[in-house]
């Protein structure tokens, strides 16, 4: 049985690198400038769709972590992100028109370019909104993590996503470009996550924070995923599984001690709840090409309209890391 | 003069070159082995790197793999070529490519003059060690170990294994007593000189060639032979973890490794650029003589052991998910749950806060509600009180109220009508204060008007979650503290029960309880206990419910002993 499991998942992770192989016809290239990266680059990748405004800040941030280069899909932005990103000497873009539901929201077209340009080296794969934090991060960069990682035999390094919002209404306070999005997304929530294992995959699915507590406070079980492994040591054969919350194979999800140890961990600090979600919201409902038929924005669209406010008097205000390690949402493991 | 450097690299040698210029430049001869597995040109770059300073040399390169005699080849080869080549020098300093000197040159040739003839390097035997990983400790120097640990893991395991089984022992060569320590060490000339000149060193040799890790054993074991005194401390600052790597210092070790006062610190990340500007260009600071004191270094990688064996008790997050048993305490801090005291008293929750100073909760998980202290909607770490959301994990939102609420005891009420999900899970943690009164449901339900066949069937209910309840609760591995009174019992002496129930909440309370809570008027309740019996219901749990009739009738001083004494 156990064997015939695992063989079950050694054919769905070859399907999905199969589906990216087919998928590799919806990209076109408009820059690529991957042929002199070093052996030892750490890589990001992401999928975007008019994401121009968060672009500069976003950028900014992940240079100044020391990723090496960024490796972009833009799935048919009008708003001049593919422009924008083209000027970049450190950005590779790739366009594609085709369906983002399509292409497994995405995963298809990144699995394709990490397995060309990922391949033993450190990847890291976030959404333009997720803003990544390890321990340390404010002394030591992304490369002393890897070494690190390295050094140990280390794979995979996990990061819950938490949910960052503003006091007031969402669309009280507009974001400029270039902005610090944690400016105006102070707040989160520090201890209402919900933890179960996934027997399948070997994962920890968590579920809570803001959108469970306001949107979802009926219907727990549908609230989003929370955990995700955005950093890899990648190999050609590896997929991710369902955007960047798991991965095959299985062995590469078990990233957290079940003996009462603490391993390494981080946080993806989620900065969706600004102002520009009002127009993302009515785009992707028009779009219908989100996970689930889009319940997560018909919920988004809900609370946006409705007088909605996200803070509540027990939310935390962000401090930096070494906060949330205190309160438990991360952890240092052995790193010291 | 007095000190000359022996310094093995195989990454980041432009860090080693800028290190062995340091030195060299200072004063201090250096002589560099680089990993024979090194690429030609890398090494040729370190070379030409060095090739203004001629103070630095280099040896004879070995092929360097953890754990094999290739590094002991590589230190020997080294060595001899610094007594060779360096005549004036009194102590060789071994070091490795990512070392980094935190004090200057003649702070550590000061020292040594004072120690001439001491040698700094750590040898213990292996009995007295516990920090061998893996659980090799007498067997690396009683077995053979010709396969790669790293590269051909199983075939070393199995091979262990068969020679275990098989019963080989090898033969120590005479007059040798194993011993372990650090890797890195300083010898004296007189020392070094008399391992490497041994006349029996080819048989040393052979024998040490299929030791584990030899690198820590061979010149350990072999400065016993020769030494004529032995510090057995490592003048080199190099911490291990819990699977026996190395830490590594970066920038914000700085003011750490300051204060050290050690001579050379590893392993240095190799992209500390602060590290490595502080310390390779060091202040004109007057000079020191304090003896190396790396205890807030250890303290910080101790503590980091043991958050990453350990964790933190109660804790459930992305990285530390414990399997039952293994949680290393279940939940974050003690609280106390009190079942079946809500229908006996008038706001018992908020007496409870009052007498104990402390917010306690109401029903917890009531249904359809969360009746946090105080009727809040949203408690502390932002748990929310909608009860769909406790239900969908009622473990987790246990766990999570005690983890967000460190250092405040909760208390909260209970009952059989509640979501009784999470009471298996309290039943085996330590942290737990259980007081359980059977039957007491039996109270507002005999106060309820209607059709008495649907009370009747309430009762029923409530008996049956109630009786599994406690079954759950007495399990032999259950480690909560638990009490159970049936109704009958605790009334007849309720503040009895309760005062005991604070002495363990609170054993230093300085005076007895004083005000009391208001119990609600019990008439009535042995009529309708009667009336299920007759119905063909027998309301066990409540006990021997005739004496509830005798209490109630007796004069109050009876009732309350506690205020007399």
Request: aromatic share 12%.
């Amino acid at each position: 049985m156990r064997a015939l499991e695992r063989y079950r998942l050694r054919l769905r992770r070859k399907r999905f690198l199969w589906r990216a192989f087919r998928r590799r016809r919806d990209l076109s290239t408009v820059a690529d400038r991957t042929a002199t990266l070093a052996p030892d680059a750490i890589l990001l990748f992401a999928t975007l769709r008019n994401e121009r405004v968060r672009l500069p800040y976003f950028l900014q941030y992940y240079r100044r972590l020391g990723v090496s280069h960024f490796l972009f899909v833009d799935n048919g932005s009008t708003d001049g992100s593919g422009d924008y990103l083209s000027r970049q000497d450190d950005v590779s873009v790739w366009r594609t028109e085709a369906s983002y539901r399509k292409s497994r929201f995405g995963q298809d077209w990144l699995t394709w370019l990490l397995r060309n340009h990922a391949n033993g080296r450190w990847a890291l794969t976030v959404d333009l909104d997720e803003f990544f934090v390890y321990p340390f991060c404010d002394t030591r960069p992304l490369r002393a993590l890897t070494d690190w990682m390295d050094g140990l035999g280390l794979r995979a390094f996990p990061a819950m996503v938490l949910d960052m919002y503003p006091r007031g209404r969402i669309d009280a306070h507009p974001y400029r470009e270039g902005q610090d999005p944690f400016e105006i997304l102070q707040w989160f929530d520090s201890g209402n996550y919900v933890i179960s294992q996934n027997p399948t995959y070997g994962n920890l699915w968590i579920q809570g924070g803001p959108r469970a507590r306001c949107m979802f406070a009926d219907t727990p079980a549908e609230a989003p995923s929370l955990n995700k492994v955005p950093l890899v040591k990648w190999r050609r054969d590896y997929a991710y599984v369902n955007s960047t919350h798991m991965l095959l194979p299985r062995s590469l999800n078990q990233l957290y001690d079940r003996d009462g140890g603490e391993m390494a961990s981080g946080c993806l600090l989620h900065a969706k709840f600004l102002s520009v979600l009002g127009e993302k919201v009515t785009e992707e409902l028009d779009r219908r090409q989100h996970f689930a038929e889009g319940r997560e924005y018909q919920r988004y669209a809900r609370a946006l309209n409705d007088d909605h406010d996200l803070w509540c008097r027990w939310s935390e205000k962000y401090v930096n890391w070494r906060q949330l390690e205190i309160l438990g949402l991360m952890s240092k493991g052995c790193w010291a | 003069m007095g000190v000359g450097f022996i310094m093995l690299c195989h990454t980041a040698l432009d860090r080693a070159a800028a290190v062995a210029r340091h030195w060299a430049r200072a004063g201090a001869p250096v002589v560099v082995h680089v990993d024979r597995r090194v690429p030609q040109d890398q090494f040729a770059a370190m070379q030409a790197a060095c090739a203004d300073v001629p103070a630095i040399g280099f040896s004879r390169r070995y092929p360097c793999e953890w754990g094999t005699f290739g590094l002991v080849r590589a230190t020997q080869a080294a060595a001899e070529r610094m007594l060779a080549y360096h005549p004036e020098v009194r102590h060789c300093f071994l070091v490795s490519g990512s070392c980094l000197p935190l004090r200057p040159l003649r702070e550590l040739q000061t020292y040594l003059a004072s120690h001439p003839d001491t040698d700094f390097i750590e040898s213990v035997t292996t009995s007295d060690v516990g920090w061998t990983v893996g659980g090799l400790d007498t067997e690396r120097f009683t077995l053979r170990f010709p396969f790669s640990w790293r590269r051909n893991r199983r075939l070393f395991d199995a091979y262990t294994r068969l020679q275990r089984r098989l019963g080989v022992r090898r033969h120590i060569p005479l007059g040798l007593v194993p011993h372990l320590g650090s890797q890195w060490w300083c010898l004296t000339r007189r020392t070094l000189s008399a391992i490497l000149n041994d006349p029996n060193r080819p048989v040393y040799d052979r024998y040490f060639r299929r030791v584990w890790i030899p690198d820590e054993s061979y010149f350990q074991t072999l400065a016993r032979l020769h030494s004529s005194r032995i510090e057995s401390r490592p003048l080199t600052l190099a911490k291990f973890d819990h699977e026996g790597k190395p830490h590594v210092f970066y920038d914000d070790h700085l003011q750490l490794l300051r204060r050290s006062d050690c001579f050379v610190a590893r392993k240095i990340w190799s992209g500390a650029d602060r590290l490595y500007d502080a310390f390779l260009n060091p202040l004109p600071d007057a000079s020191r003589m304090a003896e190396p004191s790396p205890g807030k270094i250890d303290r910080l990688f101790a503590k980091a052991a043991e958050r990453r064996r350990l964790g933190r008790p109660g804790l459930y997050m992305q990285s530390r998910f414990p399997r039952a048993g293994r949680e290393n305490g279940r939940t974050a801090g003690p609280y106390s749950v009190f079942h079946g005291f809500s229908p006996l008293f008038e706001n018992f929750d908020a007496w409870i806060s009052k007498s104990l100073g402390l917010r306690a909760h109401g029903h917890l998980f009531a249904p359809g509600r969360v009746e946090f202290a105080g009727g809040d909607d949203v408690f502390n770490g932002a748990l929310c009180n909608s009860a769909a959301l406790r239900d969908y994990n009622p473990r987790a939102f246990l766990t999570n109220l005690l983890w967000s609420t460190r250092g405040e005891r909760q208390c909260f009420l209970l009952g059989p009508a509640d979501n009784l999900g999470c009471v298996p899970f309290m039943a085996g943690d330590s942290n737990a204060q259980i007081s359980v009164v059977t039957g007491a449901w039996a109270v507002p339900l005999s106060r309820a008007q209607g059709d008495f066949s649907a009370i009747r069937r309430e009762a029923a209910r409530l008996q049956r979650a109630e009786g599994e309840m406690l079954a759950a609760l007495d399990l032999p591995h259950a480690k909560a503290s638990v009490r159970v009174w049936t109704l009958a019992d605790f009334v007849e002496n309720p503040m009895e029960a309760i005062q005991a129930i604070f002495d363990e909440i609170n054993p230093r309370a300085p005076h007895r309880l004083t005000e009391v809570p208001r119990m609600v008027d019990l008439s009535g309740l042995s009529t309708f206990l009667q009336q299920l019996k007759n119905q063909g219901m027998l309301p066990t749990l409540v006990g021997d419910y005739a004496s509830i009739d005798d209490m109630l009738s007796a004069p109050p001083e009876r009732a309350r002993p506690y205020l007399v004494r």
